[in-house]
């Protein structure tokens, strides 16, 4: 069975709290001990690691690996203790973490709640599915087991079909592509697995298959895996029955030793006569009487009046414990509470500590949390403690020490890290989180078709938004005189789908749907085109004369669209003949060539529905939008698409009862406006930059040597965050934006990875220089990933310009460099470099650059091809974008980057995000360029973690 991540996490949870034994043990200390075991046979440490490491990163777990082949050298572990020790070692050593951190924390709890225990017992299960050879460590190459590493070469040339791989598969490389896949079943801890892994290794360097790691450890102990964290409820009830007067209760000063007479001998101690043979030593008596009362296993009736401040005295008991042994005090009190009863009621409680208890009491009143309820906050977030198991709990705890690391590493510490991590970052109004993105369908090539505000037959229904907040059945319809749903055809007039959109169309009209319907026409754009030879364009300027002819209300015009569709016949597409027909049937003394004719006057609206479609990202011929969102082909169909518009209709209303009430939408505001205003609306569908599961580079790592960024061989010794960091620090004066100045904080900061050799390459950069030439918010710099001449002549121009020339004249040359008939006269002689000058170049500094040694000037390019191979997994030649460390690609070879998209990636980046982090940073009043840079990286950091 195949399972994500994500399931792999719920199943764990089933596992520990459902297929379990309980056993139970006498003890001397306590009357019952529990522990609890899984069904399945312990699993070892070092394996458990590894996976907590791959949730790092695969880089990570590839080095834990590496580590760990090479740290045994043939070596065995004997016993769990080992077992342990070798873990946290490696798994340091792969994190870079030193001992002691939080993270090294983090992976003990882990390792002690056996968080990976399942998944390493699901990797055993998928060994053993089968036919599974006798062999302790075996290969599954695309569905094909053998025990013979020799065998592998000739499975993979019978290209049998890959397996299918689940989703925490490890996988060598990460961006591996081929379409073969090798599977190894084996223990990493084997010395036989060394050699293994190496051949491995290097059928995957060779983009022969890809090479899948899955832990199998064929003979494991008998034991069980031991799991911890169950909980016992203990209810405490008063059995006393008779009445008694406590209004009379004693000060805790005046108790301290309010059951002396109760307990004169505990244990064989005689505390009343040691106290007179020795006065001298009474208070260390006492506490020995304490102990020895904490420690008993007899639980005493304790009188009412002892009750009353019993919180407090366990407060105190905790804080009066030295600060190193609070957290184990609570602990002990918490899980021993009624053992420790019969001390906490002689505990004397100060002054400070009842004030601050009664002060937090009142604090944590305005958070909901009641007098003797409890509260988790983590880093200002509340934790539903009703909902939360430890394995959520470490998830959270592993993120936000992430998060406060990079912040650490970035300078931010204290005061500072609390402001960044308290950012409030891509909120959004309550109604919209669960649409997803919905498309602005504002466009003047949009024709309303008809208008709830102004046509006649809405004239009766009320017009204050006020209705909807009326109490109604579940589910109904408000019908309210305002133009609150609008459903638009984006359509080519001639498609046979049409007919039945505008039958549907006629359902809701005739029905008073409360829906605003209208349509954006894909017809020829051409200045001249004759509507007597394309149906069309007949359409369009036949509609536009009936609209013209019959005034402001739309029902006239709308009903002749829908008559057109309704009596074409079933499967035909529309004709010119046919609209002819309509409209002399309505208007028979119209002059039809005129109308709809090459010099027509009724050409409206024409021209702008193939603009708004490529806009917009569209694609096919027809596309309907709800309230901006596009439903599938599934969803319009005949038989699901009036049930589809109600459904959005109803779950709708809810978003626009709550705006309402709140006071966000008012009578006097535009409904279209307001809606498509929201944070979840975009100006185009793209759906490789809206896909939410983007991979998101880590840019908060140290600068360890400025002469990395030249040296190609130390700088593929660098893991992937060191080298992204250094690429970072590399590229801090190139950048390339609207207008030169450091007094600007860029909120964006987008790399282009491309390879200006190819056409697509200069494509992409060509139009991410045009976007940044109007736009102020966003800093671009250009990311080397040629396919084969990395010191071709545009690549040295290029350079050349951003290291002598100043940003917007660096940007004018570029931009004029990458026009394609530039790269044509260029290559064949009709043009120089020089001759691609632009204004205000200084052609001394030029010069100068490109006179220099080209492998000296060229040197960093190496080391950029070799960050675009290891870091996102590209391959030579192919291009890519990264915003705020963002990545978006690889993008494919048929797929180009317009304008508009880089005005959605601006408007996903910056909206609630980069927005409120500008403003965070430009308060730190740090000098221009520092905070640019720590912007930067602080937002590449923060923003993967903004959904918390």
Known sequence: MKMTSSNLKVVALLLVLGCCNIFTVEGKSKPLTIKLSTKWRTTPFVLEASEFVAAESSEAFWNYVENIVNFHDGRTISNSQDDYQIALKAANMAMGNKPGTN???????????RTYSPKIEMHDQLARVGESPECDLFFDVNGKRTCDVAD???????????????????????????????????????????????QMKAVADKEEA????????????????????????LAVKSTEYKAIDDSQVKDDADNTSSDDEDDVQIDGFDFETLRKLHPDVSSELSGLRNHLLESSEEMKPIKVWQLQDLS?????????????????????????FPLRVRSLVNQKVSFEVRSDIMRNRKNFGQLDVGHGESALFINQMRINLDEVDIFELLDLLRSEAQLFEGLERLGLVGVDADGAVGLKLQGKIDGSE?????????????????????????????????????????????????????????????DPQVKYLFESAEIFWANEVPLRIGAAFLVDDSD?????EDAGVALVRAYNYVKEEDGEDNSISFQFLITLYKTLPEGQALTVEHVKKMLLKKYKDADFDEIVGIN???????????????????????????????????????????QTVIENIVQKTTFFQRAIYMGLLRNTMDILDFV???????????????????????????????????????????????????????????????????????????????????????????????????????????????????????????????????????????????????????????????????????KENYEKISQQNKADVLAHVKTQAIWATSALGLKAGQRAVVVNGKVIGPLANNEDFTVHDFELIERLSHNGVAEVIQHFVQGLKKKSSASEKKRSSYEALVSSFCSF
């Open 103 to 113: 993270k090294e924390g983090l992976l003990k709890l882990s390792l002690s709640i």
């Open 152 to 198: 592998v070469p000739k499975l993979l040339k019978e290209n049998s079909g890959a397996n299918s791989l689940d989703a925490s598969d490890h996988i060598y490389p990460s961006s591996c592509s081929s379409p073969n896949n090798v599977i190894v079943y084996g223990d990493i801890t084997q010395k036989s697995f060394k050699s293994i892994h190496a």
């Open 210 to 233: 890809c090479y899948i790691l899955r832990h199998f450890v064929r003979n494991r102990p008998d034991a069980k895996a031991r799991l911890s964290g169950y909980g016992v409820e």
């Open 312 to 336: 407090f005295q366990a407060a105190a008991r905790v804080m009066r414990a030295p600060k190193d042994m609070q957290l184990k005090m609570l602990q002990d009190v918490s899980q021993n």
């Open 434 to 494: 669960d649409e997803g993105y919905v498309l602005d369908i504002r466009h003047p090539a949009v024709v309303w078709l008809n208008d709830l505000e102004k046509d006649e037959m809405y004239k009766r229904w009320p017009s204050n938004l006020q209705e909807f907040l009326r109490p109604a059945f579940r589910g109904s319809l408000r019908r309210v005189g305002r133009n609150v749903n609008h459903m638009l055809y984006v359509i080519n007039p001639i």
């Open 528 to 532: 001249k085109v004759d509507g007597n």
């Open 600 to 642: 027509s006057e009724y050409d409206d609206n024409r021209a702008g529905g193939n603009t708004f479609k490529t806009r917009a990202g569209l694609a096919g011929d027809v596309n309907v939008l709800v309230n901006g969102l596009l439903l599938s082909e599934s969803e319009f169909s005949v038989d699901n698409f009036e």
């Open 676 to 842: 498509m205003n929201q944070p979840n609306v975009v100006p185009r569908f793209n759906p490789r930059i809206l896909d939410a599961n983007q991979r998101q580079l880590d840019m908060t790592g140290i600068v360890k040597s400025d002469d990395l960024y030249r040296n190609p061989d130390g700088f593929r010794s660098m893991n992937t965050k060191e080298q992204t960091c250094i690429l970072a620090d590399g590229l801090k004066e190139l950048y390339i934006a609207k207008s030169d100045g450091q007094e600007h904080v860029r909120p964006l900061t987008m790399w282009v990875v491309t390879d200006v050799n190819s056409v697509k390459g200069r494509k992409l950069l060509y139009t991410a220089l045009k976007y940044v030439k109007s736009n102020s918010l966003t800093r671009v710099a250009v990311v080397h990933n040629p396919a084969d001449s990395m010191d071709s002549q545009l690549v040295h121009a290029l350079e050349c310009a951003l290291s002598s020339q100043q940003g917007t004249i660096a940007r004018n040359f570029i931009t004029k460099l990458m026009k394609k008939e530039n790269v044509a006269a260029l290559k064949s002689g009709e043009k120089t470099i020089e001759d691609l000058f632009v204004g205000g170049m200084n």
